[in-house]
C-alpha cells in the first residue's frame, strides 16, 4: 500500500478525472499510451498513489491540457 493522499494528491486526482472527462477518454488508455500499467493512471485518480511531477506533465500533455491545470484547485 502506499502513502495516504495528501491534500495536492486529492485536487490533482479531481482535476485528472475532470480533464479524462471532459477529454473522453478512460485512466486505462491514458496509463497504456504513456506506457505504464493499465491501472496506473487509475491509481493516481482514486488516491490510492501520488504521481511525480513528470507523471503530471506526461498525463497533461496525453490530454491537451497544461500541467499546471491539474494542480489548481
Do not use: F, Q
Amino acid at each position: 500500500m502506499g502513502m495516504p493522499a495528501t491534500n495536492i494528491d486529492l485536487i490533482v486526482a479531481a482535476n485528472i478525472k475532470v480533464a479524462l472527462t471532459r477529454r473522453g477518454r478512460s485512466a486505462y488508455a491514458v496509463s497504456v499510451a504513456l506506457g505504464h500499467a493499465p491501472n496506473w493512471l487509475g491509481r493516481v485518480v482514486n488516491g490510492e498513489r501520488g504521481i511525480t511531477y513528470a507523471g503530471l506533465r506526461s498525463v497533461a500533455a496525453e490530454l491537451g491540457v497544461s500541467a499546471g491545470s491539474l494542480v489548481n484547485p
